[in-house]
């Protein structure tokens, strides 16, 4: 089976060399279009205004939380089965399936899900088990493949989930292809977005579950997206912990001082509820050069980085020119334990652009000095330096005091964790969860 990326080189293509190394960092016009212009320099005022006053959003109240929420075992089932495994899961952007025959797998929500586009171009999404026997079809992560064959017996499906054939139908006895095709899931694609519904009988409305965030990422352009790149991150600390790394920037001038905050001032917040969901909005070092240009030539995805979070566990994270999607699961027996995964896309454009802006010899950030010179508008980053930044600050900053948290919860002695006033992210997720569950809302401390 050919690779996803392989199939898309082809299909552009592209010459021959490092063709997915490197991307500018121009804004592309999707991303320009991704927001009202004035709504986008709205929000940049907002945060010049405050690095000027040298203030922030303010919640107006603290939040105690309980730090059991992060072990309790019961919670933690109710939490597997009320928000993964019979709620409405983004799994992927359009990219993810970039023709007609590709696929991808996944496991992270409790169901072997093999997600394909098939002939007809249309997304579909299965159990990734034969009728047969169980036995997983698709065992490659990603790949193009015109038939499913199973490796146990040779059942073999079409990329629309249809049974074609059964070796030895003469001796294995007569089987109805038309009532053992795969077992397919609720699954819908739009703006750009992957949805599944994990059980066969689940309601998947889009729209219903966006709500008014719906029309935000209509102009978000992702089905413009490449995938290129994954990462995954398996660490011992609860998926809400995981979480809540991306609901604040109070740490960055201390945990992130030699790594994040050399491209991000902290302590800066556009922040808005959406439903369930949200977006959070802070400031680039490269706002610093925005607010000396005409207010026309102002762009949020060059002055500041803008994540939308989905509810339950999805962070996705708009900047100029490529999207990164991170998905954080719980393991499903531990609590204390949980999984992320990092996917990178880039626009068609950008990457096409690669080469032209490699040979006006434009300064390259790469591993090296990747927290030296992404301050630079218009630089060219390598996707190896854009997965540094995620190793070297979520995996060995975020996550690793993450896990000193879960540590201190599981000991019991270590009661409440307290969110500040300027951490109204955090209310959002934890007071969304427990409205979910039927819990009450977490104690307001005035402070």
């Known amino acids: 089976m050919?690779?996803?990326?392989?199939?898309?080189?082809?299909?552009?293509?592209?010459?021959?060399g490092p063709a997915l190394s490197a991307v500018s960092l121009e804004t592309d016009s999707e991303g320009k279009r991704a927001m009202d212009h004035a709504r986008q320099v709205e929000i940049l005022k907002s945060l010049i205004h405050q690095l000027d006053t040298k203030t922030t959003v303010d919640a107006g109240v603290q939040m105690r939380m309980p730090t059991s929420d992060y072990v309790c075992p019961d919670l933690a089932n109710q939490e597997w089965e009320a928000f993964f495994r019979t709620h409405v899961q983004v799994i992927g952007l359009s990219g993810d399936l970039p023709e007609a025959n590709s696929f991808f797998t996944m496991n992270d929500f409790g169901v072997p899900v093999l997600a394909m586009r098939g002939p007809d171009g249309t997304f579909r999404a299965f159990?990734?088990?034969?009728?047969?026997?169980?036995?997983?079809?698709?065992?490659?992560g990603r790949g193009i493949t015109r038939l499913l064959t199973c490796p146990f017996h040779a059942w073999s499906y079409a990329?629309?989930?249809?049974?074609?054939?059964?070796?030895?139908e003469d001796l294995f006895g007569d089987v109805d292809k038309s009532c053992h095709g795969l077992i397919e899931l609720p699954a819908a694609e739009k703006y750009g977005l992957l949805f599944v519904h994990p059980q066969p009988d689940g309601q998947l409305d889009v729209d219903a579950f966006l709500g008014p965030?719906?029309?935000e990422l209509a102009l978000q352009s992702l089905e413009t997206q490449v995938f290129c790149g994954e990462t995954t991150i398996d660490k011992n600390l609860n998926w809400k912990l995981a979480n809540d790394t991306f609901g604040e920037t109070?740490?960055?001038k201390t945990l992130h001082k030699n790594t994040l905050a050399q491209n991000f001032h902290g302590d800066t917040l556009h922040y808005e509820t959406i439903g369930k969901h949200h977006r959070f909005t802070f400031a680039?070092?490269?706002?610093?050069?925005?607010?000396?240009?005409?207010?026309v030539e102002w762009d949020l995805f060059e002055g500041a980085l803008v994540l939308y979070y989905l509810f339950p566990n999805i962070q996705l994270i708009r900047s100029d020119g490529r999207v990164t999607l991170v998905k954080i699961y719980p393991h499903p027996t531990e609590p204390g334990r949980s999984i992320s995964q990092i996917l990178s896309y880039f626009t068609k454009d950008m990457i096409a652009k690669m080469d032209a802006a490699q040979a006006a010899s434009k300064s390259v950030v790469s591993t090296d000095n990747v927290y030296e010179q992404r301050n630079v508008r218009g630089a060219i980053i390598t996707i190896e330096a854009i997965m540094e930044v995620f190793n070297s600050t979520i995996e060995h900053e975020d996550y690793l005091m993450g896990e000193q948290q879960q540590r201190a919860a599981e000991s019991g002695l270590v009661t409440h964790s307290l969110f500040g006033r300027n951490e109204p992210a955090l209310h959002h997720y934890h007071n969304t969860f427990r409205e979910a569950l039927g819990r009450p809302a977490l104690e307001a401390v005035q402070g």
Request: glycine share 4%; with cysteine.
């Open 2 to 16: 050919r690779s996803i990326l392989d199939a898309w080189r082809l299909k552009q293509n592209m010459r021959k």
């Open 250 to 252: 109070y740490h960055f």
């Open 127 to 140: 159990i990734n088990a034969c009728r047969h026997r169980g036995v997983q079809l698709a065992s490659e």
């Open 159 to 168: 990329t629309d989930g249809k049974l074609i054939a059964v070796p030895n």
């Open 284 to 295: 680039r070092r490269t706002i610093d050069e925005i607010r000396t240009l005409p207010e």
């Open 213 to 215: 965030l719906a029309d």
